[in-house]
């Protein structure tokens, strides 16, 4: 678990404005979002989920491509990125850990859950390991209140986590 | 080690679980979830068929006016179960629908992130036919062209569930053109978020919906004269929208039955209780039932403590007592104790608890989520936030606490666009009205302002 020996994969940070193509996949996945929209730009949280799919988050170069894709002002897909707390505007880990810290899961102490993330990882909110491995951050009631305290790890949600847990858990992700 | 690992991952990954077994579970007295499994299976497209599934739309559809649907559903007296209780049935009749008007949209508030709150996830997981049949009949009533099911991100279980129930009711023809051969198109598209407590405010659902930041706007125009793009848009609660199909199947008279003398409001609800409580969970009930039948549902409280005070539906409901236990939660009776039902999910809070360290996280999550758009809830709540921080370590000032009252006061409704400054100003008064002495043991200056400005006026 030890998590500060490696370097993070070049790959997911090279990307920067000038280098960005948007996947032949990605655009016409965006283009058949717009079917289901009265106008364009409606499509642009899904258009940033599609890029960040493919690249783990959205790279600046990202937003202007979305942008002309859907015919809206680069400033405006930009202003919608930062809004959202789902839309990762900077490199994340390989795997996102997404920690509930609303009432219930506070009533059932989910800061000792937090402490023992931080522990094990060696990261505080907002942080990512340095071998890219996992992203620490808080997310509003998770919606699994009578099992708090509460955690997603990319698309799966467990409940209650317990801070002995916490390493065993996190070495189903590689 | 691998099975260990995985059977780990097994048992602590989450599964929605109602907490009544099928077979206390009947299609007259359990209407949201008589048909649901007991194994938490999502229930089958065929399965929903053969349980009367879609019935309410082969009845309803070209054989009663929208009108009569919308009158239905009024005098049922459908409160909105995502926590408003407005009357559906009063929105309902309030879209703008008519010669020269344009057919408007139909979208489901799928956002469930009011803390406290995990009732809509089951219903979206176990039983998306449901809610894509009230979908349809609320379309109809209020003639729109298109719906959409506007879920929150991280329900990704519901995301897979919706998706698949949406092709196979399209696969059949209840969604598409002509539907059960009334005349009547209408369809329906998932549309997933991307995190944002606000976006469940119903205005900015809509900016959300759009593709922009999700800002809330002023009403009137309400959504249902102008929404999204600018056309009739009603926007209904997951529970809500479930309730429909019965409703339309069974008659007024039977829906307003099943509250059995306990509440002027008709129907059932999905009520719940977390904190430490021995079984936290879910139920669906009569509306009215009392705050003490869940609690001992739940099967009292952790380690034999006492209750020392609870929010009856949410983060943005008010603090109440032990003694309003005996109350029965439906929305206008909760709301004579300065609190609202809103969601219907109680979060208990024991003796041992601290009142002050609950309220900063509440106020930490408003402050956090606040979209910034309005300047008393973009400023305001990180006050009171750092306020109630100092408070917490002890530290707090004399006058702090007025400090506190005047600017829940000032967030109040009226002051923004939306609700959720008044959401967070709700916790935070109540809070202060039956604890006050919490609040008091952490002001450390009783005699005199800590700070006491250092340079005197005058003198310098």
């Known amino acids: 678990m030890n998590s500060t020996a490696a370097t993070r994969n070049d790959a997911t940070i090279a990307t920067d404005g000038d280098a960005f193509v948007l996947h032949g996949d990605d655009r016409r996945a965006i283009e058949h979002e717009l079917a289901h929209y009265e106008q364009p730009q409606a499509a642009c949280i899904e258009a940033l989920k599609i890029v960040q799919r493919r ?64 522990e094990v990882l060696g990261i505080r909110f907002g942080q990512t390991t340095s071998d890219g491995r996992f992203t620490l951050l808080p997310v509003c009631c998770l919606g699994a209140c009578d099992r708090g305290p ?25 | 080690m691998t099975a260990s690992r995985s059977s780990l991952r097994t048992s602590l990954r989450y599964r929605c679980q109602l907490r009544q077994a099928a077979a206390e ?8 979830t008589w ?101 349809i009949l609320g379309g109809y009533a209020n003639n729109s062209r298109y719906g959409y099911i506007f879920l929150r ?96 199947r069974h008659g007024v008279e039977w829906y307003q039955g099943l509250s059995g003398g306990r509440s002027d409001d008709g129907g059932t609800k999905l009520y719940g209780v977390s904190g430490r409580v021995n079984e936290p969970g879910l139920w669906e009930l009569p509306i009215g039932t009392t705050g003490q ?55 208990v809070v024991t003796e041992e608890q601290s009142v002050v360290a609950l309220l900063r996280n509440l106020e930490q999550f408003f402050a956090r989520e606040s979209c910034g758009w309005c300047t008393p809830c973009r400023d305001g709540l990180p006050w009171v936030v750092k306020i109630l921080q100092s408070i917490e370590r002890g530290e707090g000032e004399q006058g702090d606490i007025e400090l506190l009252e005047d600017l829940a006061v000032k967030l109040g409704p009226g002051k923004t666009f939306c609700a959720h400054a008044p959401g967070a100003a709700m916790p935070l008064q109540s809070a202060i009205k039956h604890f006050r002495d919490e609040f008091e043991r952490g002001i450390s200056h009783r005699a005199r302002a800590a700070h006491e400005d250092p340079i005197p006026v005058g003198e310098v």
Not at chain 1, 64 to 92: H, K, N
């Open chain 2, 153 to 248: 991100g991280e329900y990704v279980e519901a995301a897979r569930a919706v998706t698949q129930a949406l092709e196979e009711a399209r696969a059949a023809g209840w969604l598409g053109k002509d539907i059960a051969g009334s005349g009547f198109d209408f369809d329906i598209a998932l549309h997933t978020g991307a995190g944002r407590y606000i976006c469940g405010e119903e205005t900015a659902l809509i900016s959300s919906l759009e593709g922009s930041r999700a800002n809330p706007r002023a009403k009137p125009p309400f959504p249902g004269q102008s929404g999204a793009w600018g056309k009739p848009t009603v926007v209904n609660n997951v529970e809500t929208l479930c309730n429909v199909p019965a409703i339309l």
């Open chain 2, 25 to 32: 579970r009947r299609a007259e007295t359990h209407p949201l």
């Open chain 2, 293 to 347: 039948e869940l609690l001992d549902l739940a099967g009292g409280i952790r380690d034999s403590k006492a209750l020392k005070t609870w929010l009856p539906g949410g983060g943005s409901t008010g603090f109440l007592l032990p003694e309003h236990l005996e109350l029965p939660l439906d929305f206008d009776t909760v709301g004579q104790y300065g609190s609202r039902m809103g969601t219907g999910l109680l979060t």
């Open chain 1, 55 to 118: 690249h783990g988050w959205v790279p600046d170069g990202a937003i202007p491509a979305i942008a002309t894709v859907l015919g809206v002002g680069a400033a405006d897909v930009e202003g919608v990125a930062t809004f959202y707390s789902l839309i990762f505007r900077q490199p994340v880990g390989r795997h996102v850990i997404l920690v509930c810290d609303s009432s219930s899961c506070f009533l059932t102490d989910y800061e000792a859950l937090y402490d023992a993330l931080a």
């Open chain 2, 35 to 135: 048909r649901l499994h007991d194994d938490n299976r999502p229930l089958g497209f065929d399965e929903y068929l053969d349980m009367d599934g879609y019935a309410a739309v082969r009845e309803v559809l070209g054989r009663q006016s929208p009108d009569e649907v919308i009158d239905q559903v009024k005098e049922a007296n459908v409160r909105g179960r995502g926590g408003a209780g407005f009357s559906a049935g009063m929105k309902w009749s309030l879209t703008m629908k008519g010669e020269g008007i344009p057919r408007g949209y139909l979208v489901c508030n799928a956002d469930e992130m009011e803390p406290g709150t995990f009732k809509d996830r089951l219903l979206l997981e176990q039983q998306p036919h449901l809610l894509i049949e009230g979908m």
């Open chain 1, 150 to 174: 509460a955690l997603m790890i990319d698309d799966d949600t467990y409940g209650p986590v317990e801070p002995d847990d916490v390493a065993e858990l996190l070495e189903a992700y590689a």
